[in-house]
């Protein structure tokens, strides 16, 4: 039995990802995305049991890629580690805006399993933590901690956009003042 490689199974995680971009999710055919992958077929019926398979997998790759690039734990204090937190969401969304409208499309779709809801979840849990931190050291407001996530979130994806096109000195001062907005919208 041939071992799997996981860098193939990456590459046609990227060209799921791209064909989805290209056709759209109903567009989406196993055959597009082997040959986009430089693979055949077969092939990736070895990595994914079917297109419903092939979905969840990436949602999920999608997802801890995601709160890998934005949540990282550095012990520091509340308000330094939600500035840092705003302003690589910020980048993430600026950087990959196809894997965005991904996990948009994804969120309540029956191609993602429970399973993989509640492991992709996981990934959320360092941010839930950090506003927890902040409503309890009484430097947030004492707000439901999903509104304050969607609310990050959704001011990071409105405010992506805008930073089309900018200079790098230019960009840096619209994260900060992005990050500013999001903490000044939450403290107590």
């Not at 910020?90 to 429970?114: C, G, K, R």
Request: a neutral charge.
């Amino acid at each position: 039995m041939r071992q799997k490689d996981e860098g193939k199974a990456q590459d046609i995680l990227r060209a799921t990802l791209d064909e989805i971009q290209s056709v759209g999710l109903a567009g989406l055919s196993i055959e597009a995305v082997a040959r986009r992958a430089g693979v055949a077929t077969g092939t990736v019926y070895i990595y994914f049991k079917g297109k419903d398979a092939l979905l969840d997998a990436l949602y999920l790759h999608t997802k801890q890629t995601f709160a890998a690039f934005v949540v990282r734990d550095e012990g520091l204090p509340v308000r330094a580690a939600f500035t840092r937190l705003a302003k690589a969401y910020l980048d993430y969304i600026v950087e990959h805006n196809a894997e965005i409208v991904f996990m948009a499309q994804m969120a309540n779709s029956p191609y993602v399993t429970e399973e993989t809801r509640a492991t992709a979840a996981l990934g959320a849990r360092p941010v839930a933590l950090l506003l927890e931190r902040g409503k309890a050291e009484q430097l947030l407001k004492d707000l439901d901690t999903r509104w304050m996530m969607e609310f990050l979130g959704g001011t990071a994806r409105a405010m992506a956009p805008l930073a089309a096109g900018m200079s790098p000195e230019r960009y840096a001062a619209f994260q900060e003042s992005v990050a500013t907005l999001c903490w000044d919208a939450l403290k107590a």
